[in-house]
């Protein structure tokens, strides 16, 4: 009982990983990760300074504070309409759920419509239109493409034909072998039975 009343209670916040003219990419909620004392991470989440770590939500993933845009406190940001609209710094905010898979991602974030459902209705993606302009839809290879495992040319027993030839050859250097008898020893001398 003692032990919880000095705990610290874990500081959280929002992570908006992208701003454009009227959307938020946002992250989520994570916990302030930080050596410092409480008292100045709060000074620095306040005056929007804060740098170390963001332990995201219940995955451990950790996020570097350089690669998000920003770190607010949970009472400066209020989701409204579903999630679909934040109010934060005296305005309002289309909001746009960025998924775990680019939360680490460095380039720039691109909004779509969800395909999936209604909640969240804008989702981030990673912006690939630089990567599409130089395709060269021309150089495409002629005829099908199929698609198979890196191995799938590969004899599947070619491993076992291989130790087994090798423990053949080791036999014949070593002279021993089964005899024509059946029988298990050197090769040169006959089984007395």
């Not at 994570?30 to 929007?48: D, M, N």
């Not at 005829?143 to 291989?162: H, I, K, M, S, Y």
Request: charged share 30%; proline share 6%; aromatic share 6%.
């Amino acid at each position: 009982m003692i032990r919880n009343l000095f705990k610290k209670t874990p500081l959280k916040a929002w992570v908006i990983k992208q701003i454009d003219k009227g959307t938020l990419h946002l992250c989520g909620q994570g916990i302030l990760e930080s050596t410092e004392k409480p008292r100045r991470v709060r000074e620095a989440l306040h005056f929007e300074q804060y740098q170390g770590g963001v332990r995201m939500g219940d995955t451990g993933i950790v996020l570097n504070t350089r690669r998000i845009a920003a770190v607010v406190p949970l009472h400066r940001l209020r989701l409204v309409d579903e999630g679909r609209v934040a109010e934060w710094q005296g305005r309002s905010w289309a909001v746009s759920q960025v998924p775990q898979r680019c939360w680490d991602y460095d380039g720039r974030l691109v909004t779509q419509k969800n395909p999936l459902s209604t909640s969240p209705a804008l989702i981030s993606t990673e912006d690939v239109s630089n990567i599409s302009k130089h395709i060269n839809r021309d150089g495409a290879p002629p005829g099908e493409v199929t698609f198979r495992p890196v191995n799938a040319l590969e004899d599947p027993l070619q491993d076992t034909r291989a130790a087994i030839k090798e423990v053949r050859e080791r036999r014949k250097r070593s002279g021993k072998g089964w005899r024509k008898d059946g029988s298990w020893g050197p090769l040169d001398e006959t089984s007395d039975e």
